[in-house]
């Protein structure tokens, strides 16, 4: 089993960037020295935040995190072209050793969509085809690709991956027909933070089946999932510490996805691992006997003192993950 934290990269106008993203330096560097085993970092486009972009933060990541695993948590790859994905991502697999995960996802902000000219009723196809071409890129063989939105005429990598045929490719997706879509394309589906322990258990069979069905069962080695996570004496004291910066997060994603808003506190009771060091493990135990076994937790939010976020990530790495290790 395996645990790594998804960076919350995402800061208000108001904040000095520099400060904010040497914490993040500091915070991956504790992480790495604790024996966590992975960091993913987020992926947006304008709006009212402050969002450092993923692939740069990571490569910053690098000297500090060791042996970690380095992700996009997801990077949407609908906005960019698969080249230039593939040979971004290449970069940084040759820099960290052959460490990346790419986590990739269609997108689901309009802005973003209308800002890049990519009409969102063809997010799905377009996700489709970009992981195909990234993957017949970091073959190292010449391409000859005629789809409906990438052409490629007998072109090659100008740098492959460190890991030979690139790095294992995580579809992020949230409702079934997307999720079966990962079981196709993806070598994991990285399941979302808001998604509630039975919906993602009833559709972690439903990918099973489908990447069965589709003969690629024996590729898929990990089933990670993130969590909104914060740790503390208990469940009470969690909420008094960390409970209104979540809540600011969740009422920014609801600007894009009312359901963000209207089911914020049933998320809260049921999605997120909230409490003492036995709630989490509660948590980790039933999502683990379904066969989710990369648990990608998230602890900071809008405006949240990074004081508290560190307490929860060492809390997190003395009390909770010593027990399946």
Avoid: C
């Avoid at 000095?16 to 993913?40: H, I, K, M, N």
């Avoid at 099973?208 to 990670?224: D, M, T």
């Avoid at 998320?267 to 003492?276: D, I, P, V, Y």
């Avoid at 989710?292 to 004081?307: A, E, K, Q, T, V």
């Amino acid at each position: 089993m395996k645990f790594g934290i998804l960076l919350s990269n995402q800061y208000p106008r108001s904040d000095s960037l520099g400060p904010r993203l040497q914490e993040t330096v500091e915070l991956v560097t504790a992480a790495s020295e604790l024996g966590y085993d992975s960091v993913f970092g987020v992926h947006h486009y304008l709006g009212r935040l402050q969002v450092p972009q993923p692939l740069t933060l990571l490569a910053r990541l690098i000297p500090v995190s060791a042996g970690m695993e380095l992700g996009t948590g997801i990077f949407i790859s609908t906005l960019a072209h698969p080249v230039h994905i593939a040979e971004e991502v290449a970069t940084l697999d040759q820099l960290s050793g052959g460490r990346v995960i790419l986590g990739v996802g269609a997108g689901y902000r309009n802005h973003e969509f209308h800002s890049f000219g990519v009409n969102p009723k063809t997010a799905g196809r377009r996700l489709v085809e970009s992981v195909e071409v990234m993957r017949a890129l970091w073959s190292g063989n010449s391409v000859s690709y005629q789809g409906e939105f990438f052409q490629l005429d007998d072109q090659t990598i100008s740098i492959l991956p460190a890991r030979p045929g690139g790095p294992p490719i995580w579809v992020g997706a949230g409702v079934p027909a997307t999720i079966l879509r990962a079981a196709r394309i993806g070598d994991a589906w990285l399941a979302a933070p808001n998604a509630k322990p039975r919906y993602a258990i009833g559709n972690l069979d439903g990918f099973r089946r489908e990447a069965a069905a589709h003969g690629r069962l024996q590729q898929i080695h990990s089933y990670p999932i993130v969590r909104e996570t914060y740790v503390s004496t208990n469940r009470a004291q969690a909420e008094k510490e960390a409970g209104r910066f979540i809540r600011d997060e969740y009422v920014d994603y609801s600007r894009y996805l009312e359901f963000f808003g209207t089911m914020f506190e049933d998320l809260r009771q049921k999605a997120f691992l909230w409490g003492s060091p036995d709630d989490i493990a509660a948590g980790i135990d039933n999502l683990a006997a379904a066969g989710f076994d990369h648990f990608i937790f998230r602890m900071s939010w809008l405006g949240m003192p990074f004081s508290l976020t560190m307490a929860s990530l060492e809390l997190l790495a003395r009390e909770v993950i010593p027990r399946y290790r």
